[in-house]
């Protein structure tokens, strides 16, 4: 409920990389709303790969129980992921979608009609189920007539398929109108999925949701030949990334995909994009992603008009053109586009 709060107290946990050039944005974006949300209150937190590497802890326990405790919301950038396996390393924003259970990542993906880079009429959303999966990492090895042989066990359960399955139809409904392989696993998130109208109070709350049902395969073909066609796209989690990452080449850079990660008590806004090693340190990674995963987080608190502030800054300086960073083109370092999109807000 938003009624109630006189400050907003906001965590930030940049992570590796880009987290720490990108964050600090988004930080700058909710500052410069003034008095439209409660008074914003940043606590900056340690989480990553870079942490581990000086502190031998990827997630510290501090860093939990200041986001369960204090918090109303978060901010986290990205991390790093060693190609190698590291000894003691795990990924701190799987744990931490699994112990604030931040069950569904929600990446709306929407393209601004003068980007040139752009497909025209892009609008969906991907919901991506963020707690199982390939994602519950259960990998073993073993010698057999082949030689090595490495499997994965892929969970899929009714719980999470029917809430994920819920947040999906939320979704759908809330939104101005216009799934598989493995036949187990996907068979039990269809069925579920399925189900949600059926087994949701009141009933026929879900009528006006037609749904259609894909292959994961064709999907990302469709994807690329008929965008416009999708509205919202409900996924397992492996799927939901890939199909993510795919429909964000279609709007022209990662560097534009917000996404939050959400529970029934808490929600944690993250840009799409990854630590991206490549560019660290140069002072051109685009802000966008952060700014809008940021809005997204308001959005979802229930500050819709101060999102909205900051989401027609974004599409403004994206329509002019003038200040971009090089994924979408331009020349311009991250401090100027988020400058200008400072100055609209
Ligand atoms: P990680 O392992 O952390 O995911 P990665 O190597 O997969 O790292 P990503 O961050 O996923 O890197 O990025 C993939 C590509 O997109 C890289 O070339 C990166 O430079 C680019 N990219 C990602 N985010 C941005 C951004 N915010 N601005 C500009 N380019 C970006
Ligand atoms: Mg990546």
Do not use: W
């Not at 709350?205 to 049902?213: G, H, L, P, S, W």
């Not at 990334?241 to 917000?258: C, H, K, Q, R, Y």
């Amino acid at each position: 409920s938003t009624a109630a709060r006189s400050s907003l107290k906001i965590g930030l946990l940049p992570g590796d990389g880009i987290g720490h050039e990108v964050i600090p944005a988004a930080k700058e974006a909710i500052e410069a709303l003034g008095s439209s949300i409660p008074k914003p209150e940043f606590v900056s937190l340690n989480a990553g790969f870079e942490y581990f590497a000086r502190k031998g802890v990827a997630l510290p326990e501090e860093t939990v129980q200041i986001l369960k405790n204090e918090c109303d919301c978060a901010l986290f950038g990205a991390v790093n992921s060693p190609s190698r396996k590291v000894t003691g390393y795990s990924s701190p924003i799987v744990a931490l979608r699994k112990q604030l259970d931040l069950y569904a990542n929600i990446r709306p993906v929407v393209s601004v009609a003068e980007n040139p880079e752009d497909k025209p009429d892009v609008d969906l959303v991907v919901v991506r189920e963020n707690t199982e999966c390939l994602y519950i990492k259960d990998e073993t090895t073993t010698i057999g007539p082949n030689g090595r042989e490495a499997r994965a066990t892929r969970l899929i359960t009714e719980r999470a398929s029917r809430r994920i399955g819920k947040s999906a139809f939320e979704l759908a409904l809330n939104r101005p109108r216009k799934s598989n392989v493995l036949s187990i696993t996907d068979g039990l998130f269809r069925e579920t999925v399925r189900f949600v109208p059926k087994s949701i109070e009141p009933v026929g709350k879900y009528d006006e949701v037609t749904i259609a049902e894909q292959l994961v395969d064709s999907a990302v073909y469709k994807l690329f030949r008929e965008p416009q066609v999708f509205d919202v796209m409900v996924a397992p989690n492996l799927y939901g990334d890939i199909i993510s990452d795919a429909a964000a080449a279609l709007v022209g850079s990662l560097g534009l995909i917000p996404s939050i990660n959400s529970g029934d008590s808490f929600v944690m806004g993250e840009p799409v994009h990854g630590s991206a090693p490549d560019i660290t340190g140069k002072g051109i990674a685009n802000p966008i992603a952060s700014i809008r995963s940021a809005a997204l987080m308001l959005h979802t608190l229930g500050y819709g008009d101060a999102a909205s502030r900051i989401d027609r800054a974004v599409n403004q300086v994206i329509r002019e053109g003038q200040y971009l960073t090089p994924d979408l083109g331009g020349s311009a370092k991250t401090d100027e586009v988020t400058k200008e999109i400072l100055k609209r807000i």
